[in-house]
Nanobody, 122 residues
């Protein structure tokens, strides 16, 4: 059974950092593009970042997180990590990881985790 599980969410003060991890079971992540999406209360889900399959490893970021977030693979652990720095209250959302053949919007991703909550508040 193919599963994705997010971890690392929590409560952090503005300006702080968190690292989210997306772990897979039942398949190898490096063959897939892995995207991070988020959904804030009352808002639509939006793409945050994506890393292409290990064949090219291109990375993409939403304008709202460029320069603050990085995405990376740890193939030994079969995980993809989202490092989030200089967090802002507007980053508060449920964060989801998803796997697909290539980086795309949410409709193009095939497998989804259940999400992890990130709250940025003083």
């Amino acid at each position: 059974q193919l599963q994705l599980v997010e971890s690392g969410g929590g409560l952090v003060q503005p300006g702080g950092s968190l690292r989210l991890s997306c772990a897979a079971s039942g398949f190898t992540l490096d063959y897939y593009a892995i995207g991070w999406f988020r959904q804030a209360p009352g808002k639509e889900r939006e793409g945050v970042s994506c890393i292409s399959s290990s064949d090219d490893g291109n990375t993409y970021f939403a304008d709202s997180v460029k320069g603050r977030f990085t995405i990376s693979r740890d193939n030994a652990k079969n995980t993809v990590n989202l490092q989030m720095n200089s967090l802002k209250p507007e980053d508060t959302a449920v964060y989801y990881c998803a796997a697909g053949d290539w980086c795309s919007d949410s409709s193009g991703m095939d497998y989804w985790g259940k999400g992890t909550m990130v709250t940025v508040s003083s």
